[in-house]
């Protein structure tokens, strides 16, 4: 079966906390998901709070995880700054 949304959104946060160099150290629900697309697995974020205080100098306002899953696990992968829109 497939891992439920919630779970996907997790992993979502945690590539993107990675990606900005920061890790999961602040309050995952300041990095706020503004959209999901169901057919690719894109989700896109807003670093608030401290994700964004903290981030590093030219880290993007918005961020985009792509989220997989196979064989019931869920995976996720983010790049700052993103190559282009289809990461």
Not at 43 to 58: C, I, L, S, T, Y
């Amino acid at each position: 079966a497939e891992p439920p949304w919630a779970l996907r959104l997790w992993c979502a946060k945690e590539a993107a906390a990675k990606a900005i160099g920061l890790g999961m150290r602040f309050d995952p629900r300041d990095l706020r998901v503004v959209s999901v697309s169901a057919g690719s697995g894109a989700v896109d974020m807003e670093p608030r709070g401290a994700w964004k205080n903290q981030a590093p100098a030219g880290s993007p306002a918005r961020l985009r995880a792509r989220t997989h899953v196979r064989d019931g696990l869920a995976i996720a992968l983010c790049r700052s700054p993103p190559l282009d829109s289809r990461c």
